[in-house]
T-cell receptor, first 113, second 111 residues
């Protein structure tokens, strides 16, 4: 299985601090994606990093990918209360016309004032 | 608003009922997906449709029957479900390979 495993399962920080979440997976991938989910809602795509990339930035988000260790990390800098959500990594294998993602169990992030 | 609309948002049904979940995307995407999200379990990919053809069926029980009449609409027909089928069912679409755009989900409770 390519299933991603996020670590930690839960993280509680104060506003302004940085949050780091890690993801490990088992097999080779085309890309790795991070998603965010507010409680009971749909998932929202945050960032995609391809297997030949090592680091990517988007606003306050920084993602790294180490294919030799089969791991990725998501860093949220200067966190805000609105960042409170569950974060999922998903490993992608493409069929050319569709994207088949395998998700992990997620990290629940709580940002307090 | 992601451009993917799911109805109904909540559904309660008995084990002998037949119901359907509907998904509509307004993004012009070619691929559509059904995922199941249960408590404390990873999202499970159920079905993938690409250009209206089913390209993935992850050993889903036959009591779940997908239908993709065109590239904008996806249905999940439900019949004789079990209580363990209670979950959040998420529809998504994509322009091909790459990121998925999810709907808000349909919360299903089977009594």
């Amino acid at each position: 299985s390519q299933q991603g495993e996020e670590d930690p399962q839960a993280l509680s920080i104060q506003e302004g601090e940085n949050a780091t979440m890690n993801c490990s997976y088992k097999t080779s991938i085309n890309n790795l994606q991070w998603y965010r989910q507010n409680s009971g809602r749909g998932l929202v795509h945050l960032i995609l990093i391809r297997s030949n990339e090592r680091e990517k930035h988007s606003g306050r988000l920084r993602v790294t990918l180490d294919t030799s260790k089969k791991s990725s990390s998501l860093l949220i800098t200067a966190s805000r209360a609105a960042d409170t959500a569950s974060y999922f990594c998903a490993t992608g294998r493409n069929t050319g016309t569709a994207s088949k993602l395998t998700f992990g169990t997620g990290t629940r992030l709580q940002v307090t004032l | 608003e992601t451009g993917v609309t799911q109805t109904p948002r909540h559904l309660v049904m008995g084990m002998t009922n037949k119901k359907s979940l509907k998904c509509e995307q307004h993004l012009g995407h070619n691929a559509m997906y059904w995922y199941k999200q249960s408590a404390k379990k990873p999202l499970e990919l159920m079905f993938v449709y690409s250009l209206e053809e089913r390209v993935e069926n992850n050993s889903v029980p036959s009591r779940f029957s997908p239908e993709c009449p065109n590239s904008s609409h996806l249905f999940l027909h439900l019949h004789t479900l079990q209580p363990e089928d209670s979950a959040l069912y998420l529809c998504a679409s994509s322009p091909g390979a790459g990121e998925l755009f999810f709907g808000e989900g349909s919360r299903l409770t089977v009594l």
